[in-house]
Structures are given as C-alpha cells and as structure tokens.
C-alpha cells in the first residue's frame, strides 16, 4: 500500500485512498514535527520541546516512543513484528520520517517550486500552489504557529508572489491580482508584494485599486511600524501615477531606478554545470539548520584555484533561494588579486545600498557600516554569497548578526579556519572532480559523438586537465576551434607542454598546475588576441569592453573586438553583461605575468587617456554650461564611445565608474597625478548629483594625497572645494566648513581667484543650511562679486541663487525676488538650464510667500520641464514639493500628498536627507490640512530628527512650527493648542556654487 500524508490544510493520511485516522493531537504532532524535517532525523528531545515547551513531563519519552510505535502500525500495517521500520526508523537519537517526496504534499510543493525556480518555469508553479489546501496544521494548533511551520508560510508567499509575477510578465494581470491578493492578506507588512499588486491594478486598468492599495498599505506601515514606505512601494506608487491625466503632473514621468529592497544579486548559472551531486546534496545539510537556528548559518567552500568553487556555490544558491525571500546578496571579493582586493569597507557599502540605503546615508566609518548592515538584516532571511575570500578578515565584517534562517557561503582558496572557531563555520572541501564526472563535463562540452570517436585521447585530456572545470572548458574550445578530430592531437600537444610552464603551479598541490594549460591555450591564439590577454592583465577594474580593449592594445574598434570574441569563446575572457566582459582572477594573473615578461610592468597610458577623454566628453553633454570650468581633454588616437545624449553619457558613466575609480586609484598609487586630479575634478558633478559620495571621497583622498605629494597647492585648493562641496550635498556641515576655509585659505596663497570665489559660494551656502544668515550672506556677496571680475558666469548665477535663498529665509521678498531674476538672466546667457530651474523653483517661493499662487505654480511647473528633460533628480524633487505647496494653499489634498510622495522616493534614492527632511515637514503639513493629526505629528517629529542630525537650522524651525500647529506643544513647552503664524515656504536649497 502506498502511504500519503497531507500537512498543507488540515492534517490528513491516506493508504492508497482509504483514510488513515491518526489518533489524538499529540500523536499527530509528531508525524507533522516528522514530515516538516523532510527526511532529517528529529531528536527526542526536540520532539518533546515542540510538544511541551519547558515542562516535559516525566515520562515524555515514553510518551513519544509509545506514540511512534502507533503510528508505526497506522502506516506500516503490514510490517512484521519486531522487524525494523522503513517508514519511521530510529536513528541518531531520534526518529525521521522516509517517504519518497510524491508522497508527501509539503515535499512535493517545496521540489515543484524548486524546480519552477530552476527552469524559469509557471507550470510547476501552478501545480505546486495547487497543493495548497490552507495553512499547514489548520486543525492542529500544536504545530500551527511552530517556528518550521511560519517558514512554510512564508514559502507559500513567495511561490505566491513569484507567480503572480510570471503572470504578470505574461500579460495575465487578473490573475496576478487573485495570487497577489491572497498573499498580502496573509502577510499585509510585505513591501515587495504590495509592490507588485499595485503594479498588477495598474496594468489590468484598475488604477483606483491601485491607488488604494498604496496608501492602505502607507497607512499601516505608519501606523504599526512607525515607518514610510521604502523604495520599491514608493517607486510602483509614482509607476502608477505616470499614467495621471497631463494636466496633474504628480509624479516626474523619468524617473530613475529605485534601490531594490529585495536584492538580486546572484551572478549568472554556470551553462552546463555537471556533477557535484554529492556537494550539492552536502550543503543542503550543512544549511539545514538555518530555518530553526537562532544564529547565521556560516558555509565555506574550499579549494584549489578553478576547481569550480565559485561555480558549484552558485549552482546551490539558484537551487535554494526560494528559502531566502528577503533576497540574495553577492560580491566578488577579488581576495587573491594583488593590486584590487575588494575591502570589506566596500563590500559594505555596496551591500548596504543593495538593501536600499541611499548612497548618501552609508556611514564612512567600517564599524558603523557593519553595524547598520547587521541592522537591516535582523530578522530577514537572506544569502549573502561571499566569492573568492583570502582571509577571515576580508569576510568577518560582512557576517549578518542574529538574523535567523539566513546563510552566509563563502568560497576561498583557503579553508578560513578562523570562521569555523570564532563563527561555527560549516565546512565543505572542494576537491577536482572525479574522473567520471570530469568525462561527463567533457562530453557535454564537445558532444557524445567526438569524445566517443576517441576515447583513450578523452581520458588523457581529462588527466592533462587535473580533472579542473577551468582547464577542462579552455581545452575544449581549443578542440572546437581547431576540428572535432583534433581531440587526439590536442591531447598530445597538452601532454608535451604540461610542464614547460608553472606560472600558477603549487609545488605543494599538483592541482594547482594549470598554468601550462592557460599556456597552451594562450599559445593558439593569433598575435592580436594575444597580445590583448597580456594587457588585460594590466587592467585594474572588474570589467571592461571594446574600446578599452582597443586603446590597451593600440588597435582599431574591428580589430579589438575580433580579439575579444576570440578570448571569450576560448574562456579566456568571461561575458559580464551585453557588450561587457571580465577576467577569472587566475587568467588575470596569468596574463599579468605575460605583460610583464613582455616589458609591460604598468598600464598602459592609452587607457588612462581613453577613460579621461570619454568621462570629460560625458560631464560636458550633461552640465556643458560649467565646462570652462573642467580640465580641457585632448581627444587620444583611436576608437572612443559616441555620447549623442545624456542618456548616453549617463549610461557610460554608470557602467565604467568602478573602473573609473580602480584607474584613478592605481594612478595615484603610481604617482600619476596627472591622470587621478583632473578625473576626480571632471566626475564630481556626475558623483555628487547621483549621490555615488563613497566613490567621490575615495577619489578626492587620493587626489588630494597625489596633489599634496606633487606640491601643487592650486590643484589641492580646488580638489577641497569639491570635497566641500561633497561634504554639503551629504549634509555633513561642519567637515564642509573646514574643507571650504582650508581651501580659501590655499586660493588666496596661490592667487586663483576663480577657485576662492567657489570655495566662498559654497561655505555661504553651508552657513544657510545652518541658519547662520548674516555670515551666509556676507560670503556669498564676495562671492558673487569676486565671480563678475573674474568673468566666470556659471558661478556668479549660483551665487546668486544662494544669495536669494538666504534673503528668502529672511522673508526678504523683494530682495530675494531680485536676486532669482538675476540669475535666471545669467543663466539663460550661458546655457545653463539647471541653474535657471532652480532659480525658477526658488522664485515659485517668494510667489508662494507673496500669496501668489498661481504665479508660483507656473514657476514650479516650468522648473519640473526641464528637470524632466535632464538628469537632476533632486531638482525634479524640489519642483513637485513646491507644487504641492501650491495644491495645498489651493485645498487640493490629495494632489499635493501624491507629488510629495513622488518627490520623497526622489530624495530617498539619491541620498538628499536635506530634502527628505523638506518633505517631511511638506507631509506633515499636509496631513494636518485634512485633519490627520497624528499622522502631522509623526512627519515633523521625523522631519525634526532628521533635521537636528544634519544641522539643518531651517527645517528644524519649521519642524517645530508644524507641530505646535497640531497640538503638540506649546512655545513655553507646555503640551495644548497653540496658535501659531504659518511656516515660511521651504526653498530648494541645493544648487551650490561648486
């Protein structure tokens, strides 16, 4: 007879199709307790644990031997006396259930979901949740609420959530909705699913479900959480509210992307992974107590270099992330790179904006950046995939704390046993693979027909190869490459030269010899491929293309992209995206070594001229009224990027800016400063507007040490300015302030007139954020007439700009009115669009001020145009915060509360806590105008807290105003009503002088 068992609804059992009654609760318990083991051994004492809690009877033991012994013969009828049990046998102390996974629903729902997961496939998914019959236990509230259970529901979910996403995907929104509905009602805190379920109302048509929705799921967040919607809420909130009638403007129509809250990350599947059943299976095991364990399980992958570490981790990771719905986070550590390890400082930085920390927000100090990772972490259930660890150090920081269910796999050359003493590290040596699996590979990789036709010669190539995954896929394209009877002869070839070279070889690790396979394969590529695999080991950054290809090998576009066609079909080179490719850490030091055989021991400065070029070329595009500020860039010989449009530059900058940071930083550790200060002066508009402020400071620190070290006190003066100027944006004011006066101080001494009257716009422009007017004032007026003298237009408008926002602040109407015009006249002169629109947005606010509304409006929605058309997303954000200024002063709530939103994911992606602040106290404002005044008092305490971390004197004051308005306190500080004069109007505050 066969035994089925049901957990998923209410509990049931079944011979064939005749039902088995269990018996009482604590009997059926522990069969579920069994069946949610999933094959694993249940100990005695965790049985009675889950039964009794902390007061096991005394004869609990009893208890549950006297209950397995009937449940032995409710599902083993049949079963001799005495006999051993098939079904519930003993072992390790305890009992565990064997049945195959058909047989069990649980089972069979959890192999379905990982089978659609693997295959990309729906059907499996549709089979799967139809398994689902209810909660699991619905009728044994014993188990219902056990720790194993809550984790089945939140697989439940996800396999939910992840079809309504393939629905969706597929055009089927209806049916999206019906998955999505169910799922939110059984989790209503679950971000990512309100996401997608308004993104599903939006595309069925439904958008006032849509609408509803969002703000339900706002109002909860705020009320059990005390907190606002994160990104990807906020993002699918201002998806919707691009399809608004033309006339609302609510929401900005190009807006960026938001952070994902719930990481991605895992690198591309290995095509044709083979073998490494036996591994795969041990790491299941070895993780099997991430779902009841209270700690971080901690996995490491040993073994030689390109034994298939990174690709057997990988593998596992895709098979089990469907246990890790709060997402899956990956860096390559580069750990066995000489000249570019990745510090844990960095890989912190990444993690935490991976999460969905702005930018901005990331602390500079290691420690702090580990603990607020450790923080966003508690309480999800994550895999954090470490690759290509050297130390125990480089990993220790990146560990999560008591984040319950979340597994840590890192892959190392070396077996860390420091992780294993200090953090339980579960262990799994990764050795070659074995001879059958190696063949298998091998016949995957040149096909049955070939490896058949010469067998003897196959089994020599897996021998040459050590039974590496590396070498066995380099070899076979050389077969491909050469002709499909080439197997024997390549064989040969490979046994000859096997130890001609030992580049890579370990005398203590005959594994390790693949130095003279890379050889052999290095040496069938024609002159130009190869000579491009040498100076790509020159190559500081993680990636490159065509045109760094070309300019490395002083080669023409064609040429170029011949050879790294060739590299990456000879896996040499690995794809990393359209158009991009990377190198495995052992061909770069391989190739590393040929350059420097060949006389090449540095970088070649054709690169460095092709990246300094290309960036100065895109900075231009997107801010070309400030180019007579930047260092003039020859164009260098050869092939280079068109940049059309600043769609274009963005894209550029944004693939190439790790490398653009890796070359600077490799320039100035070889004193070349002629290289590192001009790309750190040409990349801070772009570094500081897209809120990248970690690459901004690592690029200034060392630009400021290359300058200081060459004596070039001119170049240092304005290299601090643009720190000040990096320091501001991050609301850091007194780091700024010290910037700013070093560098006057080093203007002066050098009599560059143009860099002092920059550094003095930018301190006036602190000292407003501070609330400390009169000095603002008195910098910016120097400023301003220092920028007329030395003819320096762009400059001298933003000064005025700043000098309108202080007299504004000052509720100096007229006087600020005449200082916008002003600039906005300068600014139409030079070209300079975005300097116009903030000084159109400011000018909306004396309007507002004035009680001319619809003057205002205009202002604001001509500022928000041409934000639109450029790349200046916290401009678009101040726009709409000044148009819902307008809506509220017009009672349109609703209105104003849906561009405040859009506004806030604006500033909450770029990192602008000076604006998130803004906009906290607009909401607050807001809320009190509809009567919601708990909702007032929690925006402006929020927006007071922000306010008193980043100094900000204005938006502290009207923080205060705000919930004085709403009752909360009195002036003499005492609690009551209170009647108060209005606010001032908020300004955009952020076009500095730079």
């Given amino acids: 007879m066969t035994?089925?068992?049901q957990v998923l609804g209410a509990m049931r059992a079944w011979h064939d199709d005749q039902p088995v009654e269990l018996g009482p609760p604590g009997r059926r318990a522990v069969l579920g307790l069994l069946v949610l083991a999933g094959g694993?051994?249940?100990?005695?004492?965790?049985?009675?644990?889950?039964?009794?809690?902390?007061?096991?009877?005394a004869s609990a033991v009893n208890v549950l031997q006297t209950h397995v012994k009937h449940l032995r013969r409710l599902l083993e009828p049949g079963r001799p006396p005495h006999s051993r049990s098939e079904l519930l046998p003993y072992a390790?102390?305890?009992?565990?259930?064997?049945?195959p996974t058909d047989q069990v629903d649980l089972l069979r729902f959890r192999r379905l979901v990982r089978f659609a997961t693997e295959r990309e496939a729906v059907a499996p998914l549709v089979e799967a949740l139809a398994l689902w019959q209810g909660p699991p236990f619905a009728d044994l509230p014993l188990l219902a609420q056990h720790p194993r259970t809550t984790v089945v529901l939140r697989e439940h979910r996800t396999a939910l959530t992840r079809y309504a996403g393939a629905m969706l995907a597929a055009g089927a929104a209806d049916q999206a909705i019906v998955a999505l509905e169910e799922a939110i009602a059984a989790d209503p805190l679950d971000e990512a699913g309100q996401a997608l379920l308004v993104r599903a109302y939006r595309a069925a048509g439904r958008r006032a479900q849509g609408f509803a929705a969002f703000h339900s799921a706002r109002r909860r967040l705020v009320d059990e959480l005390g907190v606002d919607p994160g990104p990807e809420l906020t993002a699918a909130y201002t998806e919707l509210l691009d399809d608004s009638p033309p006339g609302l403007d609510a929401a900005p129509t190009t807006t960026a992307v938001v952070h994902r809250a719930v990481p991605a990350e895992l690198p591309a599947d290995v095509p044709g992974f083979t073998g490494r059943a036996g591994e795969l299976d041990e790491l299941d095991r070895l993780s099997d107590h991430a779902g009841s364990s209270s700690t971080v399980v901690v996995l490491t992958i040993s073994g030689t270099a390109g034994v298939g570490k990174t690709a057997l981790a990988t593998r596992w990771a895709y098979r089990a992330r469907d246990r890790f719905p709060d997402g899956q986070l990956y860096v390559d550590l580069r750990g066995y790179d000489p000249e570019q390890p990745v510090a844990p400082a960095d890989a912190l930085a990444r993690f935490l904006r991976s999460l969905g920390l702005p930018g901005e927000q990331v602390p500079t100090d290691v420690g702090e950046r580990a603990a607020r990772y450790r923080s966003m972490l508690d309480g999800r259930r994550v895999l954090v995939l470490l690759d290509n660890a050297a130390s125990v150090d480089q990993v220790r920081p990146l560990l999560p704390g008591s984040s319950a269910g979340s597994v840590v796999l890192v892959t190392s050359r070396d077996s860390l046993p420091g992780l294993v003493v200090r953090h339980g590290a579960r262990r799994l040596g990764l050795d070659v693979l074995a001879p059958d699996d190696a063949l298998a590979l091998l016949r995957l990789l040149l096909g049955d027909a070939v490896v058949s036709a010469a067998p003897e010669a196959a089994g020599a190539l897996v021998t040459h190869c050590a039974g590496l995954p590396l070498a066995l896929r380099i070899a076979a394209e050389l077969v491909h490459r050469r002709a499909p009877t080439a197997l024997a002869t390549v064989a040969d070839e490979l046994a000859d030269h096997r130890r001609r070279l030992d580049l890579l070889s370990d005398a203590a690790d005959s594994h390790s010899d693949i130095g003279a396979v890379f050889s052999w394969s290095y040496r069938d590529l024609p002159p130009d491929a190869a000579r491009a695999f040498r100076l790509l080991g020159t190559h500081p950054g993680p990636d490159f293309d065509v045109f760094a290809v070309a300019a490395l090998s002083g080669v023409d576009e064609t040429t170029a992209r011949a050879s790294l066609d060739l590299l990456g079909r000879s896996h040499l080179a690995q794809r990393r995206g359209q158009h991009r490719y990377g190198m495995h850490d052992l061909l770069r030091a391989y190739a590393r070594e040929l350059a420097v055989r060949d006389g090449v021991a540095d970088l070649p400065r054709r690169l460095l001229d092709l990246y300094l070029h290309t960036a100065a070329t895109a900075i231009d595009v997107l801010y070309p009224a400030e180019r007579h500020r930047r260092p003039q860039v020859p164009a260098p010989p050869g092939p280079l990027p068109t940049l059309p449009d600043a769609a274009a530059?963005?894209?550029?900058?944004?693939?190439?800016r790790a490398n653009l940071v890796a070359t600077a930083v490799h320039a100035a550790a070889h004193r070349q400063p002629w290289y590192t200060v001009p790309l750190t002066v040409i990349l801070l508009r772009y570094l500081e507007s897209g809120g990248h402020y970690a690459d901004a400071v690592t690029l200034h620190d060392h630009a400021l040490r290359a300058s200081q070290d060459d004596g070039n006190r001119r170049d240092e003066a304005q290299l601090r300015t643009n720190l000040g100027v990096v320091q501001l944006q991050q609301s850091r004011y007194t780091e700024a302030v010290a910037e700013l006066t070093r560098a006057i101080e080093l203007a002066h001494e050098v009599g560059d007139?143009?860099?002092?009257?920059?550094?003095?716009?930018n301190l006036g422009h602190v000292y407003q954020w501070q609330g400390r007017y009169p000095e603002a004032a008195a910098r910016l007026t120097?400023?301003?007439e220092l920028c007329r003298r030395n003819g320096d237009q762009a400059s001298e408008a933003r000064g005025l700009g700043n000098l309108g926002q202080v007299r504004l602040r000052q509720q100096r109407y007229v006087d600020a009115a005449r200082d916008f015009r002003e600039s906005i006249a300068v600014c139409r002169q030079i070209g300079d669009v975005i300097g116009e629109a903030y000084a159109l947005v400011s000018l909306g606010h004396v309007d507002s001020g004035l009680g001319r509304h619809q003057q205002a409006g205009d202002h604001h929605q001509r500022a928000l145009a041409i934000f639109r058309s450029t790349t200046e997303s916290a401009g678009e954000a101040y726009a709409l915060d000044g148009l819902a200024l307008v809506d509220l002063s017009r009672g349109e709530h609703q209105r104003a509360v849906d561009r405040l939103w859009a506004a806030l994911a604006l500033f909450q992606r770029i990192g602008e806590r000076a604006g998130e602040a803004c906009v906290s106290n607009s909401l607050g404002e807001a809320a009190a105008a509809t009567g919601r005044f708990a909702e007032a008092r929690m925006r402006h305490m929020s927006a007071l807290r922000l306010a008193e971390e980043i100094g900000s004197r204005y938006e502290q004051t009207r923080a205060r105003a705000g919930l004085a308005r709403v009752g909360l306190t009195r002036p003499d500080g005492r609690p009551g009503p209170v009647e108060v004069p209005a606010a001032s109007p908020p300004q955009a505050g952020r076009?500095?002088?730079?």
């Fill in 753 to 761: 007139t143009v860099v002092e009257a920059r550094a003095l716009g």
């Fill in 3 to 5: 035994v089925r068992i």
């Fill in 782 to 784: 120097e400023a301003v």
């Fill in 991 to 994: 076009p500095a002088v730079r």
């Fill in 649 to 656: 530059a963005i894209a550029w900058l944004d693939a190439e």
């Fill in 92 to 99: 390790g102390e305890g009992y565990r259930l064997c049945l």
């Fill in 40 to 57: 694993q051994v249940v100990t005695l004492s965790a049985l009675a644990d889950a039964i009794w809690g902390d007061t096991h009877p």
